[in-house]
């Protein structure tokens, strides 16, 4: 019985391995022009929406770090708003997952710290280490496994309300206000677009390198995520440069290079290093760009719907 729900090494797909390489630049979904004709009125709130924990406008690693100095294995929340939930997870070497699988969405993680065994059923197991950027596509049993000499740490984006399903031989993660019971279900796995890659080893494909943008990461009705990443500014636009704004929801990053420099209403510019995460609260104006203190910088935007509608500020007069 326990054969059943062991993960597959076979039918391995042509994506994984050189899947970066092949999905760089690639666009799905495309609109039919780069911007709406003529002027618009789009709702704005009259009061900023609030940052209520653990929600904040910057989290920086080095915070993250210092609240569990001395732990292992730890969860720090770090995002939670209507539409997408995210945590800091450590894992002490030699720690594993128990089997699961996510019933109707993806969920990403971007790698830190340390290394990651990544079993995922129908794909061949990889290790991941700092920079992997990896897709783990709804109803594909997996697991993780630290298998480093320090904790592995990674940044873990979920869909709001979705809970995960575990196979028959494990024994669930409770959850609050819900009881596991047996069951068969229909249909089966996801099959994964050539245009959403199993992972990206982001450090190996742009460090050092002298490559633009980047090109999709996932991208499907519930979840966007792309690379931006570019030469440094050569100076910091003045505040009256508003940026845009999100109407329907709120958008977060992680940086991952360089230093991305950041302007959200009600909040002073600032910059960041790698590893810290920016969120800008749905409905406040936002200008996000390459701080000039890094020659290159990158950040990696995760939305929960495609294509993100951008308003800016008409010009005077219009």
Known sequence: MKAKYYLATVAVLAL????????LGKEENAVTMPKMPGVYLAPKPIALTPYT????????ISDVLAMHKGEADFVQPIVRNKDQEADYISMAPGAKTKMKMWPDDRIIFIVRDGALKVSIDGYEPFTATKGFMVNVPFRHMYTLESTGT???LRFEVRQVGSVPVYPATETPDPVKGMSYVKVIEQ????KEKDSNPIYVDYNKEFLGTDKAYGGKFVWDDHFTS???????QKVVPPDTDKGHFHIGWTEFWMVMEGSIGIKIEGVPYFNTEPGDIITAAQGRWHRAGNDPSAPWSTRVPINPRPPILHNFEAPAGD
């Open 53 to 60: 924990a653990p929600n904040r406008p910057h989290w920086k």
């Open 16 to 23: 994984v391995g050189p899947a970066s390489a092949q999905f």
């Open 226 to 232: 792309n690379i931006l990443r570019g030469k440094a």
């Open 187 to 190: 249909p089966g796995p996801s």
């Open 150 to 152: 320090v904790p592995a």
